[in-house]
């Protein structure tokens, strides 16, 4: 049975029902650690230079993971668990690395995420958060699909 089960969430109904499917997998016995990672993003204008603040774009993005853990938290609590929550800011690195890290470094045995079920020009372009994490994972990883 998993003893260390964590759980990126990005505040979207996918992540959501990944962290319910760990829920029921921990089964009040396992630890849970929910993650919320600060992806790297630069907002341009047409020319290609930023139009926004740095700085503050990371603060509301640190906000709105605070705001999304609190959430799941809550949704852990009502199933009579807890969970230890950590917004994780790495400028530079790629959000999948940033889950392994965690992961290594908690001493996870499972890593629970959702996929948002990207197909087409969007998954070229994009990738996927939730695949990269399955291709590198250090550890098992547990993939909740899209409804």
Do not use: C
Request: proline share 3%; charged share 25%; aromatic share 6%.
């Amino acid at each position: 049975m998993y003893q260390r089960i964590l759980v990126p969430i990005d505040g979207s109904a996918t992540s959501e029902r990944a962290l319910r499917e760990a829920v029921m997998l921990a089964a009040g016995k396992a630890q849970l650690r929910l993650i919320y990672v600060i992806e790297e993003g630069y907002p341009l204008d047409a020319e290609g230079y930023a139009f926004i603040d740095y700085a503050a774009l990371r603060e509301a993005f640190r906000q709105t993971g605070e705001r999304a853990l609190a959430q799941a938290a809550d949704i852990v609590r009502k199933s009579g668990m807890k969970a230890e929550t950590a917004v994780l800011d790495v400028p530079g690195e790629h959000t999948a690395r940033v889950i392994d890290n965690d992961a290594l470094s908690w001493k996870a045995d499972l890593i629970v995420i959702g996929t948002h079920g990207r197909s087409g020009i969007g998954r070229l372009l994009m990738g996927s958060v939730a695949e990269n994490v399955a291709r590198g994972a250090s550890v098992p990883v547990l993939l909740i699909r899209s409804v």
